[in-house]
Nanobody, 122 residues
C-alpha cells in the first residue's frame, strides 16, 4: 500500500485546512485509515481514524469537535478536515493504513505516507 498525503500549508489561528491521503496498491486489504501528527520535539500522536467498511470514526480528545475524517471509497482517498485550528495544531501530519482491526486497535499503522506540514500562526 502506498500513501500520498497532501494539503498542508500555513493558516491563521481559527482557520481551516483539509488534508488528503490517497491510497494505492493493496487498498482492498486495508481495514482502516488513520491520521497522526508529530509536533516539534514531541512523539508522534494519534489524531483520528476511519474504517473503510462502516465509516466508523474515532478522534483524539484534543481534536474532537474540530477535526473530521471522511473518505471517498471510489478514489481510495481519506480526508482530514481541520477547523478552528490552533497554534498547537502545528505539526507534520501523517496518514497511515491499518491492515487489520488489531493494528487499528493498538494504533499501529502498517503503512505510512510521507507527511505534510501544517503551520498555524497566532
Amino acid at each position: 500500500v502506498q500513501l500520498q498525503a497532501s494539503g498542508g500549508g500555513l493558516v491563521q489561528a481559527g482557520g481551516s485546512l483539509r488534508l488528503s491521503c490517497e491510497a494505492s496498491g493493496r487498498t482492498s486489504s486495508s481495514y482502516a485509515m488513520g491520521w497522526f501528527r508529530q509536533r516539534a520535539g514531541k512523539e508522534r500522536e494519534f489524531v483520528g481514524r476511519v474504517t473503510w467498511r462502516s465509516g466508523s470514526t474515532r478522534y483524539a480528545d484534543s481534536v474532537k469537535g474540530r477535526f473530521t475524517i471522511s473518505m471517498n471509497n471510489v478514489k481510495n482517498t481519506v480526508y482530514l478536515q481541520m477547523n478552528s485550528l490552533k497554534p498547537e495544531d502545528t505539526a507534520v501530519y501523517y496518514c497511515a493504513a491499518f491492515m487489520s482491526s488489531i493494528s487499528m486497535t493498538v494504533l499501529r499503522g502498517d503503512y505510512w505516507g510521507q507527511g505534510t506540514l501544517v503551520t498555524v500562526s497566532s
